[in-house]
């Protein structure tokens, strides 16, 4: 909302506030000021000129000598380019020394040998924006009308010696998109009050009502509709005053009638409409709901098809207008109209905001319209665009208004204690400074032991609650008044929770092992949605999906990290490794919330290092990734309790996929992409791993146990043990490690072997054993006890033999 500082003093006393003052006061009380401009800020020496001759530039075409009277001892010659400037004309001159906007300063010059002392302007030139300036004038001087004074400062005439504050709006705030509804605001702010506009209308003995009927069919949606008549009108321009103050608006002029319709519509913030009456078609107006694939062609000339859910004005046969919003050309003002019904109406929010959204059609009178506007301004509204009209169009008012009126709106009425208040507020207001903020804001109120009754008035459709009272009275009292206190109880420092405290070191883990978090949507395709999942049930369907690749809430986060890489890969970034620590969302049943629960994914292809200079190289494999999430055990102390198997997954390689096991409950998995996979996404070799993050999180680890080092030397026996090809790695190293007793201290496996000499199904594995007690030297008669039951326990276990 565009607000004229000028136009506001109309209506409320701004003597001894400027308009700095009056924005700071503005947001203080909790209307934000989004800024302040001048519309005349560093323009300087432009005076209103007349033309007195205008004569073809003798060696260019399109330029004109022009002689030009600014109120001095003679007329300056000024060349001019401007298709419509004639001898007679009132215009605006940038004289010799004068600055326009981008600080472009006027000097003498010769054009074409002739010389020129000034610059006749377009209004484009002095600052205003082209959507605002009247066709006339788009493409050319503006024009001033004739009993503009010569010599006066035209950024005055033009209303540009202003200042204009921008009102950052919230919706609720409806009442202050019109001047009347900022200046009660204004008022209430600085205890003066709000001067209405004078109606002055001399109406005729004719009645509105004998030429032209209102019949509404659709109550709900237009529980008010007025009509008012003005004969003998004449088309013209508006008056300049006019004009300027809708332009500060941002609404371009257009003619007197429809200017005038404007005005008031920012002025009370009630929306009008001009037909012309005798384009319109019949004596009545009947207000109904559109029907099916009805035809309306609207002002900006274009054709509108129609559904029963859009509100329509009708001479009783065809639409002439889309109620709220815009309307039809068929019915429009011109310039040969000469009677005009002037529609004043009161329209449900609702229908219009479909009206609007359905043809995007977003107009001033539908912003208003959806927001609400007030009830008791409809009447009057109409009163005042009849007044001006008589006065600037020199129309003749017909007697009446032809009204269909089935409006019930009052008043709202709220009760509330002054106890209440102050405890809210946390301030120790009186009853009477509360009556005080309550006149001020012109809400009628009573008040008795403490507490209030108030009247809220319809223009004030925002207030509904107590809190909504409470909150005017805590603004208007002043935020910055509102004493500062401590809450009340008892105080302990704020901390991380265990979990996130176990976040944020996971988190820090996997970014100095150089993986970088990503963020994804959580919304999927219904081809994505199951693809990954550690837990599938039935998927969720958004109810108004923005798309149908973003209609599903994910499963899984594995497909989105594939996404990601997809993307970097398609920009030239082949070496990428990222996680994500996300929700995934499992339906129960229909009525009830999904289970929302956290996993940890990652996704890995490229380069894991690449040292150029000493020509080394290490492509991401299987043991990166693992060597990725076993550095997140450790860091969470779960070494000990993690464990692997071999998996079969969908869109997984099927011979480098591991179930990943937390005290042997799955938890996950890790692995490669299956190839088909990687080839539909453009992807090289990737792997990926998705982990319950919260069951990793859920452990609890005992705390770390400190040991000395050993004083006496370990010893190290390593075994090559022949195996079925079926019997995994993970197995024999569980059987060792459970058969080596308390002097086995280490296992690992170093070696795979099937090549040549080597039964067919069969394999080598080698591992390595380092045996040693912290409190004496091991002999080799301890050793070999311990490990001839190694040795035994993994021939009857598992079958395997001592590679010979």
């Given at each position: ?594 289970d929302e629960k956290e996993h940890l994914a990652g996704a890995l292809t490229g380069l894991w290092l690449s040292h150029p200079w000493q020509g080394e190289k290490k492509p991401v494999d299987f043991y990166v990734a693992k060597g990725v999430i076993e550095a997140v055990f450790d860091t969470l102390g779960l070494t000990q309790n993690i464990s692997y198997q071999q998996a079969k997954i969908h869109g997984m390689h099927p011979g480098r996929t591991a179930e990943v096991l937390l005290n042997n409950e799955s938890i996950g998995f890790i692995g490669q992409v299956h190839p088909t996979v990687q080839k539909e996404l453009d992807l090289k070799e990737t792997f990926v791993f998705e982990l319950s993050f919260e069951k990793l999180a859920s452990v609890d680890v005992e705390p770390i146990n400190y040991q000395a080092i050993p004083r006496y030397p370990s010893i190290t026996r390593d075994i090559a043990l022949v195996v079925d090809k079926e019997v995994a790695g993970g197995k024999l190293e569980s059987i060792i490690t459970d058969a080596g007793g308390k002097l086995l201290k280490e296992v690992q496996i170093f ?54």
């Amino acid at each position: 909302m565009f607000v004229s500082y000028n136009w506001l003093r109309e209506y409320v006393d701004l003597s001894g506030i400027d308009a700095y003052e009056l924005a700071e006061k503005i947001t203080k009380s909790g209307i934000e000021v989004e800024g302040v401009e001048k519309k005349s800020e560093g323009l300087k020496g432009v005076v209103v000129g007349h033309v007195v001759e205008r004569e073809k530039h003798p060696e260019a075409d399109k330029l004109n000598i022009c002689q030009v009277d600014l109120g001095g001892e003679a007329p300056l010659q000024i060349i001019c380019g401007a298709p419509n400037v004639d001898k007679g004309q009132k215009v605006a001159v940038a004289t010799v020394g004068a600055v326009l906007p981008g600080n472009f300063k006027i000097k003498k010059a010769k054009l074409r040998g002739e010389e020129s002392n000034g610059m006749i302007c377009s209004l484009q030139e002095l600052g205003f924006e082209a959507k605002l300036i009247a066709k006339e004038y788009a493409t050319g001087i503006f024009v001033f009308p004739n009993e503009t004074e010569v010599g006066t400062d035209a950024l005055e005439a033009l209303g540009m010696e202003d200042y204009i504050l921008e009102l950052g709006l919230t919706p609720n705030r409806a009442d202050a998109m019109s001047m009347l509804g900022v200046a009660y605001e204004v008022a209430a702010i600085l205890g003066r009050e709000v001067k209405w506009p004078e109606i002055n209308t001399v109406e005729a003995a004719e009645k509105a009502s004998e030429i032209i009927s209102v019949s509404v069919d659709a109550k709900e949606d237009a529980p008010l509709y007025t009509v008012k008549v003005i004969k003998d009108v004449k088309i013209a321009p508006s008056p300049l005053w006019m004009q300027t103050k809708l332009m500060a608006s941002g609404i371009r002029p257009h003619n007197n009638i429809v200017d005038i319709t404007n005005y008031v519509m920012l002025e009370y913030g009630q929306p009008l409409h001009a037909f012309d009456y005798d384009r319109f078609g019949s004596k009545e107006v009947v207000v109904r709901r559109a029907k099916e694939k009805e035809i309306l062609v609207t002002l900006d000339d274009a054709e509108r098809k129609l559904t029963p859910e859009h509100v329509v004005i009708t001479n009783g046969e065809e639409p002439v207008g889309m109620a709220g919003v815009m309307g039809g050309a068929n019915s429009e003002v011109n310039s040969d109209t000469t009677t005009v019904l002037l529609e004043s109406a009161y329209f449900a929010g609702a229908a219009i905001r479909k009206a609007s959204k359905d043809h995007g059609l977003r107009s001033e009178a539908s912003s208003r319209y959806e927001k609400g506007i007030d009830p008791a301004r409809t009447r009057e509204a109409a009163e005042r665009a009849a007044s001006l009209m008589a006065q600037y169009a020199g129309g003749t008012v017909l007697k009446g208004t032809v009204v269909a009126d089935s409006l019930t709106i009052e008043p709202a009425v709220l009760s509330i204690t002054l106890d209440k208040i102050n405890k809210i507020i946390g301030a120790e207001l009186t009853a009477d400074e509360v009556v005080s903020i309550f006149e001020r804001l012109k809400f009628e109120v009573k008040s008795e032991n403490g507490e209030f009754t108030v009247t809220v008035p319809t223009r004030r459709g925002d207030i509904t609650i107590e809190e909504d009272l409470i909150e005017e009275v805590a603004r208007l009292y002043g935020y910055d008044n509102i004493p500062t206190t401590l809450p009340v109880g008892a105080q302990a420092p704020g901390k991380l929770t265990a979990y996130q405290q176990k976040r944020r070191q996971v988190k820090r883990t996997l970014e100095g092992a150089g993986v970088y978090q990503a963020i994804t949507y959580s919304l999927t395709s219904e081809e994505k949605v199951s693809e990954y999942a550690l837990e599938k049930r039935d998927p969720i369907r958004l109810a108004m999906p923005m798309s149908e690749d973003r209609s599903y809430l994910r499963q899984s986060i594995v497909p989105q990290l594939l996404e990601v890489l997809k993307y970097n890969l398609a920009r030239q970034n082949d070496s990428i490794a990222v996680y994500e620590i996300g929700s995934v969302f499992l339906s129960n049943r229909k009525e009830e919330l999904p289970d929302e629960k956290e996993h940890l994914a990652g996704a890995l292809t490229g380069l894991w290092l690449s040292h150029p200079w000493q020509g080394e190289k290490k492509p991401v494999d299987f043991y990166v990734a693992k060597g990725v999430i076993e550095a997140v055990f450790d860091t969470l102390g779960l070494t000990q309790n993690i464990s692997y198997q071999q998996a079969k997954i969908h869109g997984m390689h099927p011979g480098r996929t591991a179930e990943v096991l937390l005290n042997n409950e799955s938890i996950g998995f890790i692995g490669q992409v299956h190839p088909t996979v990687q080839k539909e996404l453009d992807l090289k070799e990737t792997f990926v791993f998705e982990l319950s993050f919260e069951k990793l999180a859920s452990v609890d680890v005992e705390p770390i146990n400190y040991q000395a080092i050993p004083r006496y030397p370990s010893i190290t026996r390593d075994i090559a043990l022949v195996v079925d090809k079926e019997v995994a790695g993970g197995k024999l190293e569980s059987i060792i490690t459970d058969a080596g007793g308390k002097l086995l201290k280490e296992v690992q496996i170093f070696d795979l072997y099937e090549g040549e000499r080597m039964e067919p199904g069969k394999k080598s594995l080698a591992f390595s054993l380092k045996y040693y007690d912290p409190e004496r030297t091991l002999t080799e008669e301890d050793i070999a006890k311990a490990h001839e039951k190694v040795l035994k326990a993994v021939k009857e276990e598992a079958g395997a033999e001592l590679r010979g």
